[in-house]
């Protein structure tokens, strides 16, 4: 694609208003509490965009419309149920963590079980942020600016992790919050242009869904080697929405970091309600694409930078490209920032240095993005041997996932299980999921991840019948924290609930 001096001039001043924002913004944040959760400070409507900025990036632009492409509708299940997760965090998740005033959801284990078992989940944390997430992030994006305009992936890489870094060093969370706003903004306006001129290049709405009739169904049989109903329903789905959403610093982070409880439900309805949207604006392309360009597209996970190519005019080029950098960049700095806590405060400030000031962890906290950003460059070439990189995160994230599930459903909901039954759950996680990979490959990867959580549930089950806590543990109180719910919480939690079932009802 041949960019014109306009297609330069808006990307390049997007990219430098997103930097001269960010950086005013957190201007000040000098301490812990500033660097790592914005003084704990943030308005729910912050909160919101945020969490979808962080959330859709190059592995939903690249990948999931990659899905889309190949597989059809159906992988908008990852959308449509992550809104449904999100209901539940609002109101059973995020009321908990708030009261007890922590930094990081392993934090949240120490207080619950003990030390090694905060440990454990930061250590699974930190590895799969650097060998799966940040690699993914890098990777796709590194891929989409090479199908469009020919950029080597090396130095793609290189490109994105070192700008995204640069201000989340200097910035803390606050500058990431408000990178996020811009380009969250930014990406799902450019989303919808091309979505709008995907409709245009079919000929209307009417002829799409006539054309892609087959691929416009949310609900496949039962047995269905990737996303079969019984998974998405009652099955497997549930566990990486559940981690995802609730459990992960990567997207808690800004609803630990809200100045109430009301905020942070208000700012996570918000995002659920965005979330059933998105199959729209992503996976609507990427099928799209399968019927116009077919003989273009070598991959499917180049199906959007493709329908990119193909259909913007001269004049929005830069601007879309700035949109899908702003995706990868407001991906990767959610990432760095989150990665960067959970290693200051949960590895050096509690078992290294726990003398350290303030200051000093956040110090720490900027050295360790800067490490983050060599490591994660370093081994995304790696991703690239995958066939998908949709497929590589979510399957990766089930050797962890289904273990600090069950430590946290079990902590929250059974005050009587030991440390030992939470810690030998999340060890358990790794082998018995590595074998279902190995044995039982043609098996659908949320099948492994429900079976392996069963697995899990039952040996944490009977540790606790068999070691029970003597009394439960009591957990820490934010005195000082308004933790007054949502006015009308249970009113717009059911509107998402109802917007989801409507949606496979339509697309069934």
């Known amino acids: 694609m041949n960019f014109q001096p306009v297609d330069i001039a808006a990307f390049g001043g997007f990219v430098l208003f997103v930097v001269c924002v960010s950086l005013y913004a957190s201007r000040g944040e000098r301490d812990a509490a500033g660097y790592f959760l914005a003084g704990r400070n943030l308005p729910w409507w912050l909160i919101g965009f945020s969490l979808i900025a962080s959330n ?114 200097y910035g803390g969370l606050k500058a990431v919050v408000w990178s996020d706003l811009i380009q969250g903004v930014a990406l799902l306006a450019g989303a919808a242009l091309l979505t709008v001129l995907g409709f245009r290049a079919m000929g209307g709405v009417g002829p799409f869904l006539a054309a892609a009739d087959d691929k416009l169904h949310a609900v496949l049989p039962w047995n269905h080697p990737e996303m079969p109903w019984l998974a998405v329903f009652v099955g497997g789905l549930w566990i990486p929405n559940l981690f995802y959403w609730g459990l992960n610093q990567f997207i808690t982070q800004r609803t630990l970091a809200a100045r109430s409880l009301a905020d942070g439900q208000r700012g996570i309805f918000l995002a659920a309600f965005i979330k059933l949207a998105i199959p729209f604006l992503i996976v609507f392309p990427g099928i799209m694409a399968a019927e116009l360009f077919a003989d273009r597209v070598a991959h499917p996970d180049e199906a959007y930078p493709v329908m990119m190519r193909e259909l913007l005019p001269a004049g929005l080029s830069g601007l879309m490209f700035a949109a899908l950098f702003g995706a990868v960049m407001s991906s990767l700095d959610s990432l760095l920032n989150s990665a960067a806590t959970i290693f200051s405060v949960d590895l050096y400030k509690r078992r290294l240095r726990p003398e350290a000031s303030s200051r000093q962890v956040t110090k720490v906290g900027r050295l360790t993005t800067c490490v983050l950003v060599v490591a994660g460059a370093l081994w995304a070439p790696v991703v690239g041997g995958s066939e998908s990189v949709f497929a ?30 939470a810690f030998g759950g999340m060890l358990l996680g790794i082998p018995v999921y590595g074998l279902l990979l190995w044995f039982l490959p043609d098996v659908a990867f949320l099948h492994h991840m429900a079976v392996t959580f069963l697995v899990i549930a039952a040996f944490m089950g009977a540790t606790t019948v068999a070691r029970p806590l003597a009394a439960p543990r009591v957990l820490p109180v934010c005195e000082d924290f308004d933790l007054t719910p949502a006015r009308g919480a249970r009113f717009w939690a059911a509107g998402v609930v109802v917007g989801a079932a409507a949606l496979y009802a339509v697309f069934w």
């Open 392 to 421: 590589y995160i979510q399957m990766f994230w089930g050797f962890v996932s289904p273990g600090i599930v069950a430590a946290f459903l079990f902590g929250l909901f059974l005050p009587r299980t030991p440390p030992l039954a």
């Open 56 to 169: 859709i990036s190059t592995e939903h632009f690249v990948g999931m419309a990659g899905r889309g492409y190949d597989l059809g509708l159906a992988i908008a299940s990852y959308e449509w149920m992550a809104a449904v997760t999100l209901v539940i965090v609002a109101l059973f998740f995020l009321p908990k963590f708030l009261r007890a005033g922590i930094y990081t959801i392993p934090e949240y284990l120490e207080y619950r079980y003990d030390a090694r078992t905060r440990t454990l989940m930061a250590v699974f944390l930190l590895a799969a942020y650097v060998f799966v997430a940040l690699a993914v992030v890098l990777y796709a994006g590194a891929l989409a600016m090479q199908s469009m305009f020919g950029l080597d992936v090396g130095t793609g890489v290189w490109l994105i992790g070192l700008l995204a870094g640069a201000y989340t060093v």
